[in-house]
């Protein structure tokens, strides 16, 4: 099992960024997709980036067609951390997100039933 809590969410203006991290805990991170997930008011949750699990020394990264170029996810496995940079936010990013960890067999996954542990979410705000 794993416990993940999201940390750096915050007010961030349009163009400018900010940065997501998401700490687990346990001895077994390594061995999870990690994904990140927004949730905006009203609206149902929804991928956002996935990456997979070590590859030797490389990783699979995948991205919702929304934030592709804008967002970049990446993990560092001796610290038991997931991070999304978030760069040119824009206002309709604006949502809680959550990160996320699958014990799935593939090499990623982007449907939220597919995550076997959630975190509680950070608020992401982003004024025009």
């Known amino acids: 099992q794993v416990q993940l809590v999201e940390s750096g969410g915050g007010l961030v203006q349009a163009g400018g960024s900010l940065r997501l991290s998401c700490a687990a805990s346990?001895?077994?991170?390594?061995?999870?997709?990690m994904g990140w997930f927004r949730q905006a008011p009203g609206k149902e949750r929804e991928f956002v980036a996935a990456?997979?699990?070590?590859?030797?020394?490389?990783?699979?990264?995948d991205y919702a067609n929304s934030v592709k170029g804008r967002f970049t996810i990446s993990r560092d496995d001796a610290k038991n951390t997931v991070s999304l940079q978030t760069n040119s936010p824009k206002p309709e990013d604006t949502a809680v997100y959550y990160c996320?960890?699958?014990?799935?067999?593939?090499?990623?996954?982007?449907?939220?039933?597919?995550?076997?542990?959630w975190g509680q979410g950070t608020q992401v705000t982003v004024s025009s």
């Open positions: 996320a960890a699958s014990v799935a067999r593939r090499i990623v996954v982007q449907a939220p039933q597919e995550y076997d542990y």
């Open positions: 346990g001895r077994t991170f390594s061995s999870y997709i």
């Open positions: 990456i997979s699990r070590s590859s030797g020394s490389s990783y699979y990264s």
